[in-house]
């Protein structure tokens, strides 16, 4: 069963421009919600957490339990942004259920 | 500085050979996890411990095998390596306790199976 569902493999914008990268879940309980970022030639690190409710480097998430979202945002994309985003769902028992991931890419 | 290092960043084996990815934390993680990431199909689970000589299968454990015998190793083995197993492996860990469940990961090894 398909736990996380990210819609878009690819996604370009323009510099300056809003973005927002989809995120979907499936899951019963109180899901822990993630995103995690890799740029190019680094390891994949946690971007934010939905419980922190936390602003990270411009980007915010927020849990929609009615829509079972958690979409990234961010009001104004720069050229350091581009990069691959993972969307993740940590239920009880800490098993990490990862999207497929969409690669973003800032045009200057 | 949190860390997981990978025994190997690039690795090339042959059809049939036995391969042991290491990974190694020194966080003290009761957690740690081996997913393959391969393009379009993001990461999958292999296998995670949860500790010390205990393991759980994953999405896909089909070919693998894994040990944990210290609690900051977790070793991932393929018994007979095939081309389908060429791919990127990453090793994670985490603790609910000392981390608030964020998983770290390592730098990842890229396994090339001829």
């Known amino acids: 069963a398909q736990r996380v569902t990210q819609p878009e493999k690819l996604l370009s914008v323009f510099k300056g421009a809003p973005v927002e990268l989809k995120c979907n879940y499936s899951?019963?309980?109180?899901?822990?919600l993630f995103w995690y970022v890799q740029y190019s030639r680094q390891r994949l690190q946690l971007l934010l957490r939905?419980?922190s409710r936390e602003s990270i480097k411009g980007f915010t998430a927020d849990l929609n339990k009615g829509e079972t979202s958690f979409h990234l945002k961010k009001p104004f994309a720069q050229e350091e942004d581009s990069a691959m985003y993972y969307c993740?769902?940590?239920?009880?028992?800490?098993?990490?259920?990862f999207g497929t991931g969409t690669s973003l890419t800032v045009i200057p | 500085d949190v860390k997981v290092t990978q025994s190997s960043r690039y690795l090339v084996k042959r059809t049939g050979e036995k391969v042991f990815l290491e990974c190694v934390q020194d966080?003290?993680?009761?957690?740690m996890f081996w997913y393959r990431q391969d393009p379009g199909l993001g990461l999958r689970l292999i296998y995670f411990?949860?500790?010390?000589?205990?393991?759980e299968k994953g999405d896909i454990p089909e070919g693998y095998s894994v040990s944990r015998e210290k609690k900051e190793r977790f070793s991932l083995i393929l018994e007979s390596a095939s081309t389908n197993q060429t791919s990127m492996y990453l090793c994670?860990?985490?603790?609910?306790?000392?981390?608030?469940?964020?998983?770290?990961f390592g730098p990842g090894t890229r396994l090339t199976v001829t």
């Open positions: 993740a769902l940590s239920r009880p028992g800490n098993q990490f259920y």
């Open positions: 939905h419980i």
């Open positions: 966080m003290d993680h009761e957690n």
């Open positions: 411990s949860y500790d010390v000589k205990m393991k």
């Open positions: 899951y019963s309980g109180s899901p822990e």
């Open positions: 994670a860990s985490s603790s609910v306790v000392l981390a608030g469940n964020e998983q770290y």
